[in-house]
């Protein structure tokens, strides 16, 4: 075995359960697919998707939520052109990500310390668990507050502020409970895999259902204005120059990809046993996995928005919370079991599967940090490193806003840097070798992820000035 090659799948596929037969088998099977009409191999992939799907439930979190959710209560149908140009810069970057993992094999943390420094590949590891673990106490702060509203909404009762916190504390302990099993499955080899891919493209396609319910029983009430929806998704269509307006369009830019997003990508790849000749798999899994779900959810909840408390006498131009949010909506004359309920759950299950893929990710960064094979209880220790985030539940209204803005200024900093180590991998000949995007090719993939690197730096500096330079 080569350096690099031992540098790349040692502890992986996850965890030792792909055998040479299997693999082979495999890829037989992926070289009979290619033979098909398209429609039949995109069904072929279809099946075979995953890692995309993991990015997408990390990305459709709080902060996207709260993103959306603003951006139509404040410029109604404007921006709905965002998010999916937003997403599609994020994944330029990723399949380039995607290309490197696949074409050689080795693990990114390790490429990055070989092929750029060491230190870089160390900050963006730290990046990635910092990320987790602050991020892990809002997660669960609105997760279990959209779940006793959803309580109190069917049973009608009032809690008290005792017995609500303590609601609370229970309801963030069953989702620890879930999310720590549902993590620790993905230790189980394929089956393992098979079966934590399967339960986040459901949970996904849930939250897709719950916000299109919303939005299509305000269609049939004539409450969507679809020609203004149609022209909201023209590319840049409109350009947002008051100070509010251009905040919604950098938190847009800034929530479709995050650094711990980028940690996990390319180790979930890996981790499936997955090669050269997954690469087109790879990309189809991007844009049905991730580009497709998240544009579906944010544009639904940009529209249910727009449609209900964009210009309504109860919304006063500043942020609203997903609670608040789902209570405008039930003022706006929707009932209250699509309302609070129905609309309630989507944000529920965006945030449980982010809360989910950061235990993910948290396991794998440790175990790059410490030089631990994926696998057994250390691992799962790992996966536990953000779980004292389920105290979010009562704690983050007193923390968040002392501890949100240092967070987000480095993990903002770190997000370009790795972008940067990525640009700088996909045009190493020493790292890909043959397998280096060559011609047309090169071009324009490399304009994408400079343009995407562009505007990541944008954001951040935008970021800071508004809370440093004022």
């Not at 502890?11 to 299997?22: C, D, T, Y």
Request: aromatic share 14%; glycine share 10%; with cysteine.
């Amino acid at each position: 075995m080569s350096e690099k090659q031992g540098h790349s799948v040692k502890g992986l596929p996850m965890f030792a359960e792909a055998s040479p037969e299997a693999l082979a088998k495999d890829k037989a099977q992926l070289a009979e697919l290619e033979k098909l009409p398209t429609l039949e191999k995109w069904k072929g992939y279809w099946a075979r998707t995953g890692p995309g799907w993991f990015q997408s439930a990390m990305t459709l979190g709080g902060g996207t939520a709260f993103a959306s959710l603003f951006a139509g209560a404040f410029l109604g149908y404007k921006l709905l052109w965002l998010q999916p140009v937003s997403m599609f810069l994020g994944i330029i970057m990723l399949s380039a990500m995607s290309h490197q993992s696949l074409s050689v094999g080795e693990k990114p943390f390790s490429a990055i310390s070989r092929h750029i420094h060491p230190s870089i590949a160390w900050a963006w590891a730290l990046g990635a668990l910092i990320a987790n673990i602050i991020w892990h106490f809002p997660q669960y702060a609105l997760c279990s507050a959209m779940i006793a509203d959803i309580i109190s909404a069917i049973t009608r009762w009032d809690p008290g502020a005792t017995a609500h916190g303590i609601l609370l504390l229970v309801i963030g302990i069953c989702i620890l409970f879930v999310a720590t099993w549902i993590s620790w499955n993905y230790a189980k080899g394929k089956k393992g895999i098979k079966l934590v891919e399967r339960i986040i493209k459901w949970n996904i396609w849930i939250i897709i259902f719950c916000f299109a319910a919303v939005v299509i029983r305000q269609s049939f009430a004539g409450e969507v204005a679809w020609g203004k929806v149609f022209l909201g998704f023209i590319p840049f269509s409109y350009i947002p120059r008051e100070h509010v307006g251009v905040s919604i369009m950098i938190a847009g830019f800034s929530a479709a990809v995050g650094i711990n997003m980028t940690f996990l990508f390319g180790y979930s790849y890996l981790a499936k046993g997955w090669g050269k000749e997954h690469r087109g798999i790879a990309k189809f899994d991007l844009v049905t996995g991730m580009w497709i779900p998240y544009t579906l959810a944010t544009g639904l909840m940009i529209i249910a928005a727009a449609c209900t408390i964009h210009g309504s006498a109860e919304f006063d131009g500043t942020k609203i919370s997903p609670i608040q949010a789902a209570s405008m909506l039930q003022g706006a004359g929707i009932p209250l079991f699509l309302s609070r309920v129905i609309f309630g759950l989507g944000i529920a299950g965006m945030t449980f599967n982010a809360i989910n893929m950061q235990m993910l990710t948290s396991g794998f960064a440790a175990c790059e940090m410490f030089n631990v094979e994926p696998g057994g209880w250390k691992y799962k220790l790992a996966c536990m490193i953000p779980a004292p985030g389920f105290l979010g539940v009562v704690l983050w209204k007193y923390m968040g806003s002392w501890i949100a803005i240092p967070t987000s200024a480095i993990c903002g900093l770190m997000l370009p840097i790795a972008y940067i180590s990525f640009f700088l991998l996909n045009n190493k000949k020493e790292y890909l070798g043959k397998d280096m995007p060559k011609g047309g090719l090169r071009f324009w993939w490399n304009l994408g992820m400079l343009t995407a690197i562009g505007i990541s730096i944008v954001s951040v500096v935008y970021y800071l000035y508004n809370i440093f330079g004022k």
